[in-house]
C-alpha cells in the first residue's frame, strides 16, 4: 500500500523544541516509520522552509519526506501559512497525478484542507487526523488565540468531507460530532511512543538529593509550565527541571523563557526551577528516568506524547484532567489527575506522591506496563491500517 502523509508544517525531519516543532513532528514520524516496518510505502509532503533543503529525503526505511515549494522558503509561524496554501495544494495535485498514493492522510486542519483540494479530484480518499482543534484552542486561549479567523469554519468542513478521521483520544470524538463529523466515520486511534527508546531500564542523568519534578515540553502558555512552577511554592523539598524551547544558549533571549524564569523569581523559587533548554531525543530517557514525578498539566491537550515517554520509562504522572490525558493517564493507577490551572492542586498532588515512595513505585510500574501493552508505534500503525482498509474504493 502506498500512503502519502500531509503534514504542512510539522516535517518529521525538523528539529523539536520550537514553538511549532513538538508532538506532531513525532506523531507524523515514528507512524510513517512504523507503517512501513509493516510493508507501506510511505511519502510525508512538508512545506520548505529552507532553500537549502534537498526536494527528497529518505527519513525512515521506507519513508520518504517530499518538500513542497509553498510561499517563500523560510520559517513561517503555522498560524501565517494559509495564505500559501492553495499553493501548497497545487503542488500536491501534481504531484498525486504524477504517482498516484493509495490514500492520503493529513495532519493538522490546513494540511487536511491541502489534501482534500488535491486527492478529491483525483478519486483517492483522504484520512484526517487533526492533532488539534480549533473550537477547543478558541475556548482556552479566547483572544490570545493567534489562528486564522476562518479556521473553524475551514475546520469543520475537512471533518464533513474527509473520508475518514482518525481522533487521537475519545474526548475529541465529542468535539467532531459537535463540528458536523459523521461519528460512522471516525474512528479513535491513539499517539504511541517508541518503546525501545522510552524503558524503565537504563541509565538515569544526574541529579541532586532533592526530589526531581521534570517537565518536558515547549515554552508556551498554554502549555501550563507557569502552574507547575507556581507550585513550587508549595514544596520545598523539591526542584523542577523544564525540558523545552530553544537551545540553553537562546534561553536568555526567548520571551517565553524569561517569562517563566519571572515568574520564579517572583515567587521566591528560582534557585529550585531549571531550565535546561532544547534536550536531544536520545537523552530524553535517562532525563525522565532521573525524576520522581513528571508534572504535565496543559490547560488543554489534544493528547500529549510526554506522559507516554514518562510512562514507559516507569515514572508516575501527575496530569491535567483533560483531553488525551484523560486516556492515556489512569487516575490513581499509572498517575493523578488535577484541574488545569490549579496550581494549589497541584502542589497538593504531588506532595502525596512525594510523601508514599511505595505508591509512586506502584503507580510507576502500572505506566510502564500500559504503555508497552497499548502505545506501542507497531500496534498504533497497525490500527491506523484497519482505518484504510475500510476507506471507500473507487
Same mark, same amino acid.
Given at each position: 500500500?502506498?500512503?502519502?502523509?500531509?503534514?504542512?508544517?510539522?516535517?518529521?525531519?525538523?528539529?523539536?523544541?520550537?514553538?511549532?516543532?513538538?508532538?506532531?513532528?513525532?506523531?507524523?514520524?515514528?507512524?510513517?516509520?512504523?507503517?512501513?516496518r509493516?510493508?507501506?510505502?510511505?511519502v510525508?509532503?512538508?512545506?520548505?522552509?529552507?532553500?537549502?533543503?534537498?526536494?527528497?529525503?529518505?527519513a525512515?526505511?521506507?519513508?520518504?519526506?517530499?518538500?513542497?515549494?509553498?510561499?517563500?522558503?523560510?520559517?513561517?509561524?503555522?498560524?501565517?501559512?494559509?495564505?500559501?496554501?492553495?499553493?501548497?495544494?497545487?503542488r500536491?495535485?501534481?504531484?498525486?497525478?504524477?504517482?498516484?498514493?493509495?490514500?492520503?492522510?493529513?495532519?493538522?486542519?490546513?494540511?487536511?484542507?491541502?489534501?482534500?483540494?488535491?486527492?478529491?479530484?483525483?478519486g483517492?480518499?483522504?484520512?484526517?487526523?487533526?492533532?488539534?482543534?480549533?473550537?477547543?484552542?478558541?475556548?482556552?486561549?479566547?483572544?490570545?488565540?493567534?489562528?486564522?479567523?476562518?479556521?473553524?469554519?475551514?475546520?469543520?468542513?475537512?471533518?464533513?468531507?474527509?473520508?475518514?478521521?482518525?481522533?487521537?483520544?475519545?474526548?475529541?470524538?465529542f468535539?467532531?460530532?459537535?463540528?458536523?463529523?459523521?461519528?460512522?466515520?471516525?474512528?479513535?486511534?491513539?499517539?504511541?511512543?517508541?518503546?525501545?527508546?522510552?524503558?524503565?531500564?537504563?541509565?538515569?542523568?544526574?541529579?541532586?538529593?532533592?526530589?526531581?519534578?521534570?517537565?518536558?515540553?515547549r515554552?508556551?502558555?498554554?502549555?501550563?509550565?507557569?502552574?507547575?512552577?507556581?507550585?513550587?511554592?508549595? #514544596?520545598?523539598?523539591? !526542584?523542577?527541571?523544564? +525540558?523545552? @524551547?530553544?537551545?540553553? &544558549?537562546?534561553? %536568555? *533571549?526567548?520571551?517565553?523563557?524569561?517569562?517563566?524564569t519571572?515568574?520564579?523569581?517572583?515567587l521566591?523559587?528560582?534557585?529550585?526551577?531549571?531550565?535546561?533548554?532544547?534536550?536531544?531525543?536520545?537523552?530524553?530517557?535517562?532525563?525522565?528516568?532521573?525524576?520522581?514525578?513528571?508534572?504535565?498539566?496543559?490547560?488543554?491537550?489534544?493528547?500529549?506524547?510526554?506522559?507516554?515517554?514518562?510512562?514507559?520509562?516507569?515514572?508516575?504522572?501527575?496530569?491535567?484532567?483533560?483531553?488525551?490525558?484523560?486516556?492515556?493517564?489512569?487516575?490513581?493507577?499509572?498517575?493523578?489527575?488535577?484541574?488545569?490551572?490549579?496550581?494549589?492542586?497541584?502542589?497538593?498532588?504531588?506532595?502525596?506522591? #512525594?510523601?508514599?515512595? !511505595?505508591?509512586?513505585? +506502584?503507580? @510507576?510500574?502500572?505506566? &510502564?506496563?500500559? %504503555? *508497552?501493552?497499548?502505545?506501542?508505534?507497531?500496534?498504533?500503525?497497525?490500527?491506523?491500517?484497519?482505518?484504510?482498509?475500510?476507506?471507500?474504493?473507487?
Amino acid at each position: 500500500m502506498r500512503i502519502d502523509m500531509v503534514s504542512e508544517h510539522a516535517s518529521p525531519l525538523a528539529v523539536l523544541g520550537g514553538a511549532d516543532a513538538g508532538g506532531q513532528n513525532v506523531h507524523v514520524a515514528a507512524l510513517s516509520a512504523a507503517l512501513a516496518r509493516l510493508g507501506a510505502e510511505v511519502v510525508v509532503h512538508t512545506r520548505r522552509d529552507d532553500p537549502g533543503l534537498p526536494p527528497k529525503v529518505e527519513a525512515a526505511p521506507g519513508v520518504i519526506v517530499e518538500h513542497v515549494d509553498a510561499g517563500p522558503a523560510e520559517p513561517i509561524p503555522k498560524d501565517e501559512l494559509l495564505p500559501h496554501m492553495d499553493e501548497f495544494a497545487h503542488r500536491l495535485r501534481e504531484s498525486f497525478r504524477a504517482d498516484p498514493p493509495d490514500v492520503v492522510h493529513g495532519h493538522f486542519w490546513m494540511s487536511g484542507r491541502a489534501a482534500l483540494a488535491a486527492a478529491r479530484p483525483l478519486g483517492i480518499p483522504v484520512v484526517q487526523t487533526f492533532h488539534a482543534l480549533g473550537v477547543v484552542k478558541r475556548r482556552h486561549q479566547g483572544s490570545r488565540d493567534t489562528s486564522p479567523p476562518t479556521r473553524l469554519r475551514e475546520e469543520a468542513t475537512v471533518a464533513r468531507e474527509a473520508d475518514r478521521i482518525v481522533a487521537t483520544c475519545s474526548d475529541e470524538v465529542f468535539e467532531l460530532v459537535r463540528m458536523g463529523a459523521d461519528l460512522r466515520r471516525v474512528a479513535v486511534v491513539p499517539c504511541g511512543v517508541d518503546l525501545e527508546l522510552f524503558r524503565p531500564e537504563g541509565p538515569a542523568a544526574p541529579r541532586s538529593s532533592c526530589f526531581r519534578l521534570l517537565v518536558v515540553s515547549r515554552l508556551v502558555e498554554r502549555k501550563g509550565i507557569g502552574n507547575a512552577i507556581t507550585a513550587m511554592a508549595k #514544596l520545598p523539598e523539591a !526542584e523542577l527541571v523544564v +525540558a523545552g @524551547g530553544p537551545p540553553a &544558549a537562546e534561553l %536568555a *533571549r526567548d520571551p517565553q523563557a524569561r517569562r517563566l524564569t519571572a515568574l520564579a523569581e517572583r515567587l521566591g523559587v528560582a534557585g529550585r526551577v531549571r531550565l535546561l533548554g532544547r534536550v536531544g531525543r536520545a537523552e530524553l530517557p535517562a532525563l525522565y528516568r532521573s525524576a520522581d514525578l513528571v508534572v504535565n498539566v496543559p490547560w488543554y491537550e489534544p493528547f500529549g506524547i510526554v506522559p507516554l515517554e514518562a510512562m514507559a520509562c516507569g515514572v508516575p504522572v501527575v496530569a491535567s484532567a483533560v483531553g488525551g490525558l484523560v486516556d492515556s493517564v489512569v487516575d490513581g493507577v499509572t498517575g493523578v489527575h488535577v484541574p488545569p490551572r490549579r496550581p494549589g492542586l497541584v502542589a497538593e498532588a504531588v506532595a502525596g506522591l #512525594l510523601a508514599d515512595p !511505595e505508591r509512586r513505585a +506502584a503507580l @510507576g510500574a502500572a505506566g &510502564a506496563r500500559r %504503555a *508497552r501493552r497499548r502505545y506501542g508505534w507497531d500496534r498504533i500503525a497497525r490500527s491506523t491500517l484497519e482505518v484504510y482498509a475500510g476507506l471507500p474504493t473507487g
